[in-house]
């Protein structure tokens, strides 16, 4: 673990090292579970990410909540690297709130973690990251507050970066619809276990069920109800997967009291029964999220 850099400090920590088949092998282990995650990998990387699988072309930054489940697949032939930290190192919740820890590259109702980089943008994430390996090399009495800067810098390029990408139209709409739509991805990330209809949220966001269907209408987004049932789903997914819950009790974790309810909601929705899906992913079928 000689390329391995951490910093540790009253519960805050943040690591980072580059790639290489040791470290993918605990990558794709539960060491790093609980940590919010960012790859920095080139082309020809392929990783899956809650069941959705990614390959790069060009180098790419990747975002991983600590409820994520991440696994790498292939190692492109360049140099990649992982950083991790926890929320008690950096998670700004007022005044910075699109670039936090539950900022758009984490928390988003387009579900992508991807942000691909422009050709002139490669060398700015290069020079970050030099300059956090030269911060490790090199430490100051300054230094925690120097790594949390470059990783804010590195957050608010790539939240740039991907909000061109990614939001269309949604960029010409002024800050405060913008800050609608994410206020709605927060609040079913919060409370999809017990709010599974529009007018749940509606009523947390201080409209009338109709206006927040219409908001999406309006710019041809994913409808509210099939994101609300889609983060349900995903959920379902993971214990299935991970954990060795029985279909009944999924369903009860996930607020349905009629466990038949549940399975005809997850068939629709998934084209098999949990039972099924369960089966095939633990026989490591090429199970995706539609």
């Not at 379902?236 to 349905?256: P, T």
């Amino acid at each position: 673990m000689l390329n391995h850099k951490f910093f540790e400090s009253n519960y805050k920590k943040l690591g980072f090292f580059a790639l290489n088949e040791d470290f993918i092998e605990e990558i794709n282990g539960d060491l790093y579970k609980s940590y919010i995650k960012v790859l920095y990998l080139p082309e020809e990387y392929s990783i899956t990410i809650d069941f959705k699988h990614y390959q790069t072309s060009s180098p790419s930054l990747f975002f991983i909540n600590s409820n994520q489940y991440l696994q790498i697949d292939k190692e492109g032939k360049k140099q990649g690297y992982f950083m991790y930290y926890n929320r008690d190192f950096y998670c700004v919740q007022i005044h910075d709130a699109e670039v936090a820890c539950d900022g758009l590259l984490f928390n988003n109702i387009f579900e992508m973690p991807m942000t691909a980089l422009p050709d002139k943008e490669v060398l700015f994430i290069d020079g970050i990251y030099a300059q956090l390996q030269q911060e490790f090399d090199s430490p100051d009495s300054s230094q925690e507050e120097m790594i949390r800067t470059y990783l804010k810098q590195l957050i608010i390029k790539a939240t740039r970066i991907w909000k061109i990408q990614q939001l269309g139209v949604l960029n010409e709409e002024p800050s405060k619809e913008m800050d609608f739509f994410r206020d709605f991805s927060r609040l079913v990330e919060i409370h999809f276990r017990t709010k599974h209809t529009v007018a749940d949220y509606a009523d947390i966001l201080g409209v009338a069920p109709k206006t927040l269907s219409n908001k999406f209408n309006r710019l041809e987004l994913q409808q509210p109800n099939d994101i609300i049932k889609d983060r349900i789903i995903l959920e379902a997914k993971r214990l299935l997967g991970y954990s060795s819950l029985s279909v009944k009790e999924i369903a009860y974790q996930l607020g349905y009291e009629d466990p038949a309810y549940f399975n005809r909601l997850f068939t629709n929705k998934v084209g098999d029964t949990p039972s099924n899906f369960k089966k095939k992913y633990l026989q490591g079928k090429n199970v995706q999220l539609e």
